[in-house]
């Protein structure tokens, strides 16, 4: 599982729980193709994504605003790789878009003591 930073809320999550019965080298390009691009739009924030044995994965990208989501999904070559998937590769998948408004986080220091982090 990738862990991005903390951001400065409010922001947006696009959370994406999917069952990819097989990983194929065709999904692993496509997958990574469509990160290359996301990383290149306005308002892009980053990206946490794990799978697990059976396929069941969630991938959530961050973004600062709604326009920015919107705009992203807009992209040919998005809209591209979403037909691909529903084609090729899902067996299912849901897409969720939040407003995040509060975050924060608990982290072990290197003296073993916890410490909550927090934007």
């Known amino acids: 599982m990738t862990s991005t930073p903390l951001f400065a809320p409010p922001y947006y999550a696009v959370i ?3 069952l990819l019965p097989e990983h194929t080298e065709e999904y692993g390009e496509t997958s990574g ?3 290359e691009l996301a990383q290149g739009q306005p308002g892009f924030l980053g990206v946490d994504s794990v799978r697990d ?11 600062r ?3 920015h989501v919107t705009n992203f999904c807009k992209i040919a ?3 591209h790789a979403q037909q691909r998937g529903r ?3 899902y067996e299912r998948y849901e897409v969720r ?3 995040v408004e509060k975050e ?3 982290r072990r220091k290197e003296d073993g003591v916890g410490e909550y982090v927090k934007k």
């Open 65 to 67: 605003a709604e326009d």
């Open 104 to 106: 924060y986080a608990w």
């Open 16 to 18: 994406f729980i999917s």
């Open 97 to 99: 878009v939040a407003k």
């Open 77 to 79: 070559t998005h809209r």
């Open 33 to 35: 193709e469509i990160y």
């Open 87 to 89: 084609e090729t590769f």
């Open 53 to 63: 044995a059976g396929g069941q994965g969630a991938t959530i990208s961050y973004w």
